[in-house]
């Protein structure tokens, strides 16, 4: 398989527009409280630190950009417009968190509220997309664009009730229907703006589709996804099972590592999720990990592959 770069990543995505023509068109809190900082170089695989970081637990506030991001969202549920110009800035914010000492940080919020998923895993999904495109060695200005892709990924989720979002316990068939049109909710509204944002429409219109076929939206034939989406969707299944829902407890980091690793090949691009593997890998002991949320009381049910992305 050929290298993730700038040529991957630009080829053409009229697809989008083309695979969406057919289709039918049809709040959350942010935690301004600490947040999770962990030194995670992103220096690239083959050169490691010369020696241990520190870690830390930081008293650190992304508010504004958490609040702004909510504000998006609301936007976009009352308006059906995309404030681009805020989420860019949201992604340079996060930029800056990321590198705001020698060695790169990943910052991730943590879920404090059941109905603060939405808004809480958007931003760590950004996080997580913008260090692993770093960590194969992309651009600054590509980095911001996957950041943008992964912060707007879920945005077809304001069409969902919140009622089915935070529903502690399995979905039935019609909720499950309703969950599922999301990736196609979201593409729209995102082929609706102005600027120039196909990438981003392809991410969220493809992030829940598996490389073996799987996964929803359900292609009319069969084709290969674009790299962002496949970057993005480890991300935000990584993130999604380290987080506590109203229907499970969280993950640990080993078991969701674990877990990405069996997938690989089937639901995940080999190449991406073990790029992303060596990277939480590399530098696991420089994580700090708060006891919150995040942190799992008891073994986890199992959990099958359609649903560890919701």
């Known amino acids: 398989m050929s290298p993730i770069n700038r040529s991957r990543i630009s080829r053409p995505t009229s697809r989008a527009r083309c695979s969406l023509s057919s289709v039918t068109k049809w709040s959350s809190d942010g935690s301004r409280s600490s947040i999770r900082f962990g030194a995670v170089g992103l220096k690239g695989e083959t050169e490691l630190a010369s020696e241990p970081l520190p870690t830390a637990t930081i008293s650190f506030s992304l508010g504004e950009e958490v609040d702004t991001l909510r504000w998006l969202q609301r936007e976009v549920q009352t308006t059906g417009a995309v404030p681009l110009t805020e989420a860019e800035a949201v992604v340079r914010s996060l930029a800056v968190a990321m590198h705001g000492g020698r060695q790169v940080m990943l910052p991730l919020l943590?879920?404090?509220?059941?109905?603060?998923?939405?808004?809480?895993?958007?931003?760590?999904?950004?996080?997580?997309?913008?260090?692993?495109?770093?960590?194969?060695g992309l651009s600054g200005t590509d980095v911001r664009t996957f950041g943008i892709a992964g912060l707007l990924h879920d945005i077809g989720k304001i069409k969902i009730p919140l009622e089915v979002l935070t529903k502690p316990g399995r979905l039935t068939d019609e909720e499950?229907?309703?969950?599922?049109?999301?990736?196609?909710?979201?593409?729209?509204?995102?082929?609706?703006?102005?600027?120039?944002?196909?990438?981003?429409?392809?991410?969220?219109?493809?992030?829940?589709?598996?490389?073996?076929?799987?996964?929803?939206?359900?292609?009319?034939?069969?084709?290969?996804?674009?790299?962002?989406?496949?970057?993005?969707?480890?991300?935000?299944?990584?993130?999604?099972?380290?987080?506590?829902?109203?229907?499970?407890?969280?993950?640990?980091?080993?078991?969701?590592?674990?877990?990405?690793?069996?997938?690989?090949?089937?639901?995940?691009?080999?190449?991406?999720?073990?790029?992303?593997?060596?990277?939480?890998?590399?530098?696991?002991?420089?994580?700090?990990?708060?006891?919150?949320?995040?942190?799992?009381?008891?073994?986890?049910p199992a959990a099958k592959p359609e649903q560890t992305g919701v």
């Open 110 to 136: 943590q879920l404090k509220e059941f109905d603060q998923y939405t808004t809480t895993h958007s931003m760590n999904v950004a996080v997580l997309s913008m260090a692993l495109a770093e960590f194969l």
């Open 176 to 300: 499950r229907a309703l969950m599922n049109q999301h990736p196609v909710a979201g593409a729209r509204m995102l082929l609706d703006v102005e600027e120039d944002l196909d990438l981003a429409v392809l991410v969220a219109y493809e992030h829940h589709i598996m490389i073996n076929g799987g996964g929803y939206p359900v292609l009319r034939y069969a084709r290969d996804c674009h790299p962002a989406s496949k970057l993005v969707h480890v991300c935000d299944v990584y993130d999604a099972l380290r987080t506590r829902r109203p229907y499970r407890e969280a993950w640990s980091f080993e078991k969701t590592l674990g877990y990405l690793q069996e997938r690989s090949g089937l639901e995940f691009d080999p190449e991406l999720c073990g790029a992303f593997v060596r990277m939480m890998k590399q530098w696991e002991g420089q994580v700090a990990v708060l006891p919150d949320e995040r942190t799992p009381v008891g073994p986890p």
